[in-house]
T-cell receptor, first 114, second 112 residues
Framework: DQQVKQNSPSLSVQEGRISILNCDYTNSMFDYFLWYKKYPAEGPTFLISISSIKDKNEDGRFTVFLNKSAKHLSLHIVPSQPGDSAVYFC?????????????FGTGTRLKVLA | EADIYQTPRYLVIGTGKKITLECSQTMGHDKMYWYQQDPGMELHLIHYSYGVNSTEKGDLSSESTVSRIRTEHFPLTLESARPSHTSQYLC???????????FGPGTRLTVL
């Protein structure tokens, strides 16, 4: 059973418009959520995170929103740029048996069209 | 800029060979992790370590083994590679539990 789900495998957005990437989770014990960006042949790069005690975190063009009641988080990129084209993974962590584990979604491939 | 390195970046080997994937970080992080990822799939945790001489298996069962003799070094070994081990292997480190992880560039392993 997948605890972190990214239901859209791909997304295309016009340059300058907003990109919205979504992520749903099932485990209410998750207390920290992260977004990573991954280019081909490279490892994931951390983008932005949010603690479960917050509902919004903003960093430049990137904003993450957390809706705990819906167990849903989203990443907004505005304005979108061609260099944002990559695969985006959401991840969640929870303390399990004394250790923190990270659970990743399957990723959403974002393509920003010039 | 993350200072975490993996070698080799690409490896093609025959069945039955012993291989070691190297991972090193210069950030002094206590926590290190190995993930396995197949195309279009999520990252699966296969090993982690919270410090020297500490290693644990992750959620995804793996025939690989790891060691953590030095803080900066977390190699992964496959004693006898098989085609089912073909995948991308990603190493990561973090400086606090539950905090962000820094990833290496990955090793893409192909076993013929």
């Amino acid at each position: 059973d997948q605890q972190v789900k990214q239901n859209s495998p791909s997304l295309s957005v016009q340059e300058g418009r907003i990109s919205i990437l979504n992520c749903d989770y099932t485990n209410s014990m998750f207390d920290y959520f992260l977004w990573y960006k991954k280019y081909p042949a490279e490892g994931p790069t951390f983008l932005i995170s949010i603690s479960s005690i917050k509902d919004k975190n903003e960093d430049g063009r990137f904003t993450v929103f957390l809706n705990k009641s819906a167990k849903h988080l989203s990443l907004h990129i505005v304005p979108s740029q061609p260099g944002d084209s990559a695969v985006y993974f959401c991840a969640a962590s929870a303390r399990t048996s004394g250790t923190y584990k990270y659970i990743f979604g399957t990723g959403t491939r974002l393509k920003v069209l010039a | 800029e993350a200072d975490i390195y993996q070698t080799p970046r690409y490896l093609v080997i025959g069945t039955g060979k012993k291989i070691t994937l190297e991972c090193s970080q210069t950030m002094g992080h206590d926590k290190m992790y190995w993930y396995q990822q197949d195309p279009g799939m999520e990252l699966h945790l296969i090993h982690y370590s919270y410090g020297v001489n500490s290693t644990e298996k992750g959620d995804l069962s793996s025939e690989s083994t790891v060691s953590r003799i030095r803080t900066e070094h977390f190699p992964l070994t496959l004693e006898s590679a098989r085609p089912s081990h073909t995948s991308q292997y990603l190493c990561a480190s973090s400086d606090m539990r539950g905090g962000k992880q820094f990833f290496g560039p990955g090793t893409r392993l192909t076993v013929l």
